[in-house]
Antibody, heavy 119, light 107 residues
Framework: QVQLVQSGSELKKTGASVKVSCKASGYSFTNYGINWVRQAPGQGLEWMGWINTNTGNPTYAQGFTGRFVFSLDTSVNTAYLQIRGLKVEDTAVYYC????????????WGQGTLVTVSS | EIVMTQSPATLSVSPGERATLSCRASQTVSTNLAWFHQKPGQAPRLLIYGASTRATGVPARFSGSGSATEFTLTISSLQSEDFAVYYCHQYNNWPRTFGQGTKLEIK
């Protein structure tokens, strides 16, 4: 069955970096893009952008440029989200979600990774 | 950016009753509208896509309707597992956007 399994919770200090992984299984990895969605504590869902698993080309939403980096390792069907220069306001659950090329509907999500940033 | 506005923010309904949730888009999204629900500590789950098509495994008590800018999610007879936060999401335009959520709580 389709699964997106994310790496575990992270506790970081301000200014540090973190890299969250999203390992896909149960489907052809390059048939779907991988999106990233942020959910701050007690808040709603915010789309961060996506990465094309065929070309590796990332697209970042406004507000997620500069410190946020999407990458892939297609040899292990895994997508990554790296956040550099962490700020307290980056504290959130980060989700990956696959979306089929064409309509880009998010039909399957990872379980989420909590990143906590403290000063 | 298309702004998605959900109403109400909180809906209190008794088990077995009907719940109706609304979502409005600031400009047309055609029928490229999805509904998700999210239980505490869990990832969102796709319920409805194409405004009215139930995702695989979603019970028939969930139905979606609407097009362009006005959408509705109806749950015909609420079960205990339906109490959660519901989000609408447009995938017609970039950037992708979500509504702020409707919390469906037990009355």
């Amino acid at each position: 069955q389709v699964q997106l399994v994310q790496s575990g919770s992270e506790l970081k200090k301000t200014g540090a970096s973190v890299k969250v992984s999203c390992k896909a299984s149960g489907y052809s990895f390059t048939n779907y893009g991988i999106n990233w969605v942020r959910q701050a504590p007690g808040q709603g869902l915010e789309w961060m952008g996506w990465i094309n698993t065929n070309t590796g080309n990332p697209t970042y939403a406004q507000g997620f440029t500069g410190r946020f980096v999407f990458s892939l390792d297609t040899s292990v069907n895994t997508a990554y989200l790296q956040i550099r220069g962490l700020k307290v306001e980056d504290t959130a659950v980060y989700y990956c979600a696959r979306a089929v090329y064409g309509d880009y509907l998010f039909d399957s999500w990872g379980q989420g990774t909590l990143v906590t940033v403290s000063s | 950016e298309i702004v998605m506005t959900q109403s109400p923010a909180t809906l209190s309904v008794s088990p077995g009753e009907r719940a109706t949730l609304s979502c409005r888009a600031s400009q047309t999204v055609s029928t490229n509208l999805a509904w998700f629900h999210q239980k505490p500590g869990q990832a969102p789950r796709l319920l409805i896509y194409g405004a009215s098509t139930r995702a695989t495994g979603v019970p028939a008590r969930f139905s979606g309707s609407g097009s362009a800018t006005e959408f509705t999610l109806t749950i015909s007879s609420l079960q205990s597992e339906d109490f959660a936060v519901y989000y609408c999401h447009q995938y017609n335009n970039w950037p992708r956007t979500f509504g702020q959520g409707t919390k469906l709580e037990i009355k």
